[in-house]
Nanobody, 116 residues
Framework: VQLQASGGGLVQAGGSLMLSCSAS????????MAWYRQAPGKQRELVAR???????NYADSVKGRFTISRDNAKNTVYLQMISLKPEDTAVYYC???????????WGQGTQVTVSS
């Protein structure tokens, strides 16, 4: 499975961005999808996850500001980000996991930079 992330960029604090990640699989609906991020000098961390059934969970730092969603018909997962803060600056990675298996895939990452 190939994951193609897009939508990153430079935005001022308080601004918004929408990230997209398209997957090259005909069984996209069977994958749990997630967004992770990695800031310089820091470990990669989970930002948001959405299960095959549509349940979501978020890092405490983004609750109320970020929304993950998926469109199974388009094989795409989204991350809507509002009220962005400089500390949201990172490379954002798309992740796909097939439940009850060892199959896990990563996208190439998209840079999000929030200026103060």
């Amino acid at each position: 499975v190939q994951l193609q992330a897009s939508g990153g960029g430079l935005v001022q604090a308080g601004g918004s961005l929408m990230l997209s990640c398209s997957a090259s699989t005909r069984v996209f609906s069977q994958y749990n999808m997630a967004w992770y991020r990695q800031a310089p000098g820091k470990q990669r961390e989970l930002v948001a996850r959405i299960t095959t059934g549509g349940r979501t969970n978020y890092a405490d730092s983004v609750k109320g500001r970020f929304t993950i969603s998926r469109d199974n018909a388009k094989n795409t997962v989204y991350l809507q980000m509002i009220s962005l803060k400089p500390e949201d600056t990172a490379v954002y990675y798309c992740n796909a996991v097939l439940p009850l298996s060892t199959y896990e895939y990563w996208g190439q990452g998209t840079q999000v930079t929030v200026s103060s």
